[in-house]
């Protein structure tokens, strides 16, 4: 008798058991602006040369992303917006047309931005964070040991207006990411402080460099000052 009733209750437990959601792992790169002559051009070693010093490391990236997991995978750039169209008036080019072409390119979510508040807003909730997760961050821009500076040296001289500082990151949601999520500042200094913050505040490892970077044409940037290294 009581055998005849273990295996019906056993059955039922097994049907009524939930399936685990199926996450999809977004794929996040966060690009400043460049500078302006304008502020730059009396210095002893100017910054950005080139107007296209972050956008082709993102662009590099990308590439190796889509080689990696393939047409489908979702990659998103966010993108500051206001540096483009400053630096392409100064160029006589339209930069964001260029950009365009780039998500066009390689099937991008591109997202401009205006501010570091904007950031932590789409880190948050632009896409469904229960269904979508960041599995990959990584920024090319300008920065300093405390914040990501989007506008460096093109509202002020040798300053910014536009930025994401380590104070604002207790306000990124702990759950957008994945458990294994990877992240990576490109920038300078970032691993002097701003890492270490971001692991306090969001939980997972910000990858960051003691000393300065060096963007390249057709390599990802390079650890520029003697005894550099990466720190989180």
Same mark, same amino acid.
């Given at each position: 008798?009581?055998?005849?009733?273990?295996?019906?209750?056993?059955?039922?437990?097994?049907?009524?058991?939930?399936?685990?959601?199926?996450?999809?792992?977004?794929?996040?790169?966060?690009?400043?602006?460049? $500078?302006?002559?304008?502020?730059? +051009?009396?210095?002893?070693?100017?910054?950005?040369?080139?107007?296209?010093?972050?956008?082709?490391?993102?662009?590099?990236?990308?590439?190796?992303?889509?080689?990696?997991?393939?047409?489908?995978?979702?990659?998103?750039?966010?993108?500051?917006?206001?540096?483009?169209?400053?630096?392409?008036?100064?160029?006589?080019?339209?930069?964001?047309?260029?950009?365009? $072409?780039?998500?066009?390119?390689?099937?991008?979510?591109?997202?401009?931005?205006?501010?570091?508040?904007?950031?932590?807003?789409?880190?948050?909730?632009?896409?469904?964070?229960?269904?979508?997760?960041?599995?990959?961050?990584?920024?090319?821009?300008?920065?300093?040991?405390?914040?990501?500076?989007?506008?460096?040296?093109?509202?002020?001289?040798?300053?910014? +207006? $536009?930025?994401?500082?380590?104070?604002?990151?207790?306000?990124?949601?702990?759950?957008?990411?994945?458990?294994?999520?990877?992240?990576?500042?490109?920038?300078?200094?970032?691993?002097?402080?701003?890492?270490?913050?971001?692991?306090?505040?969001?939980?997972?490892?910000?990858?960051?460099?003691?000393?300065?970077?060096?963007?390249?044409?057709?390599?990802?940037?390079?650890? $520029?000052?003697?005894?550099?290294?990466?720190?989180?």
């Amino acid at each position: 008798m009581k055998k005849s009733l273990l295996l019906p209750l056993l059955l039922i437990c097994v049907a009524i058991a939930p399936a685990q959601a199926q996450v999809t792992p977004e794929h996040v790169i966060l690009v400043g602006g460049p $500078s302006l002559m304008q502020w730059e +051009k009396y210095k002893v070693q100017p910054h950005d040369h080139w107007w296209a010093n972050f956008v082709r490391a993102g662009r590099i990236r990308t590439e190796q992303l889509r080689e990696k997991f393939g047409p489908n995978a979702k990659i998103t750039w966010l993108v500051y917006k206001q540096g483009y169209i400053d630096r392409g008036a100064q160029e006589k080019m339209d930069l964001i047309g260029f950009i365009d $072409s780039v998500r066009d390119k390689f099937g991008l979510n591109l997202v401009w931005f205006r501010n570091g508040d904007e950031i932590v807003n789409y880190l948050n909730y632009g896409q469904p964070r229960d269904q979508v997760k960041v599995a990959f961050l990584e920024y090319f821009g300008h920065s300093n040991k405390a914040c990501f500076m989007f506008d460096y040296s093109s509202n002020v001289d040798s300053a910014s +207006k $536009s930025f994401l500082h380590q104070s604002q990151l207790g306000g990124i949601s702990r759950v957008a990411f994945t458990k294994d999520a990877q992240i990576r500042s490109w920038g300078c200094h970032t691993g002097e402080m701003m890492s270490q913050k971001w692991r306090q505040s969001v939980g997972n490892r910000m990858w960051g460099v003691v000393g300065k970077t060096q963007f390249m044409t057709d390599e990802l940037p390079i650890i $520029s000052t003697p005894g550099g290294k990466w720190a989180y």
